[in-house]
T-cell receptor
């Protein structure tokens, strides 16, 4: 079974600064998918960024980028130029193959301060 | 923009009562997921449908939970009887097919069992 661990329950960052959220996972699979989802207060969960394990290049989506270290089973999320709207719970998630269920970490609550 | 719809958004019930949650996935999405998210934790899969068929219900407490997707479109999740430990957010998600890895989440139903 896969496990996902987020070791930072809460983090805060000043507006316009950069913050990195950590995630580690455990799997015996070689090909899989990793995701970061954002859950704003009282709003639905939305996909921030995804990474396919067979791709060596780290994924980037505007201000969001990941540092994917397959050997270390590490998948961190970097948010640059943090904005107040980035305040949310962030979940790291693992998917064994397309169409399978997501296995989530416990989440990191990020607060962006003005 | 198409979204996953869920109702009700909030439900308060007493233990031993029956409750039901409804989900309408994005039009055309063949795969539907029900997740349970206990406060402060990441979501965990309860059941996955491909069209009207159950793909994975290994984590569904079948003595009290049931789920159906009769026509392969909308879905209902039922709990009977509800227990105090069932208090949680129930999230519905959908994706185009099992070959697609992005899941789109609804706003959830927050259940409180008294």
């Amino acid at each position: 079974a896969q496990t996902v661990t987020q070791s930072q329950p809460e983090m805060s960052v000043q507006e316009a600064e950069t913050v990195t959220l950590s995630c580690t996972y455990d799997t015996s699979e070689n090909n899989y998918y990793l995701f970061w989802y954002k859950q704003p207060p009282s709003r639905q969960m939305i996909l921030v960024i995804r990474q396919e394990a067979y791709k060596q290049q780290n994924a980037t989506e505007n201000r969001f980028s990941v540092n994917f270290q397959k050997a270390a089973k590490s998948f961190s999320l970097k948010i640059s130029d943090s904005q107040l709207g980035d305040t949310a719970m962030y979940f790291c998630a693992f998917m064994k193959r397309a169409g399978n269920m997501l296995t989530f970490g416990g989440g990191t609550r990020l607060m962006v301060k003005p | 923009e198409a979204e996953v719809a869920q109702s009700p958004r909030y439900k308060i019930t007493e233990k031993s009562q029956a409750v039901a949650f409804w989900c309408d996935p994005i039009s055309g999405h063949a795969t539907l997921y029900w997740y349970r998210q206990i406060l402060g934790q990441g979501p965990e899969l309860l059941v996955q449908f491909q069209d009207e068929s159950v793909v994975d219900d290994s984590q569904l407490p079948k003595d009290r939970f049931s789920a159906e997707r009769l026509k392969g479109v909308d879905s209902t999740l039922k709990i009977q009887p509800a227990e105090l430990g069932d208090s949680a957010m129930y999230l519905c998600a959908s994706s185009w097919t099992e070959a697609h890895n992005e899941q789109f989440f609804g706003p959830g139903t927050r259940l409180t069992v008294l």
